[in-house]
């Protein structure tokens, strides 16, 4: 099936521990996102990759690092997790560098992520 | 920058009976507008997007939204919910032009639809 696919779907760990989380799309898309969902379900974009360049880095503190081997490919490392980190994170994709009419966001099921 | 307003954070709605979500956004400059839904536990799934041309779109699933650009309004539409409509929806926005903001899917706060026998 063609599709965003992030894992794991659930992550639970503890505050101070490293974590990451793998996104795929074989959507053939160029620009992968990173996008933060909160309790209140209020979703904000963290990072943007087109074809392996870092082009989208809002205010996220430094204990965030995306990486991005291909342009299929974008994970999320966490050093030293937060209670405040506890949400859930979604990857998206889209067609161009930009998101358009015509290249609209594609997103995976989320990771929902749990720090105690 | 923009920015978009939900004005209903949750909507409760009777089988068979149509809904309204409404969605308003502010911009300086043109925008692409989409309406997002996200069942329980998945992602997000677009249900239509808008550009320019006619004012109605029609979407997935029986959806429809109408822009008006005086009241800078993009208001989501279902003649008739089933009970599998029962999701958040978001209303989303991003700038045509070559803003700081350009490129980037700003998402309103959600409306929670939640339709009952």
């Known amino acids: 099936d063609t599709a965003v696919s992030q894992t794991p779907k659930y992550l639970v760990t503890q505050m101070g521990n490293d974590k990451s989380i793998k996104c795929e799309q074989n959507l053939g898309h160029d620009t992968m996102y990173w996008y933060k969902q909160d309790s209140k379900k209020f979703l904000k974009i963290m990072f943007s990759y087109n074809n392996k360049e870092l082009i989208i880095n809002e205010t996220v503190p430094n204990r965030f690092s995306p990486k991005s081997p291909d342009k299929a490919h974008l994970n999320l490392h966490i050093n030293s997790l937060e209670l405040g980190d506890s949400a859930v994170y979604f990857c998206?994709?889209?067609?161009?560098?930009?998101?358009?009419?015509?290249?609209?966001?594609?997103f995976g099921n989320g990771t929902r992520l749990t720090v105690t | 920058a923009q920015s978009v307003t939900q004005l209903d954070s949750q909507v409760p709605v009777f089988e068979e009976a149509p809904v309204e979500l409404r969605c308003n956004y502010s911009?300086?400059?043109?925008?692409?507008l989409f309406w997002y839904v996200q069942y329980p536990n998945q992602g997000l799934q677009l249900l239509l997007k808008y550009l320019s041309g006619s004012t109605l779109v029609k979407g997935i699933n029986g959806f429809e939204a109408e822009f008006n650009k005086s009241q800078t309004s993009f208001h989501l539409r279902k003649p008739s919910v089933h009970i599998s409509d029962t999701a958040e929806y978001f209303c989303a926005v991003s700038d045509q032009g070559q803003t700081d903001s350009w490129g980037k899917l700003q998402f309103g706060a959600g409306t929670q639809v939640v339709v009952t026998p």
């Open positions: 998206a994709s889209s067609q161009d560098r930009k998101v358009s009419y015509n290249s609209p966001l594609h």
């Open positions: 911009s300086s400059v043109s925008v692409y």
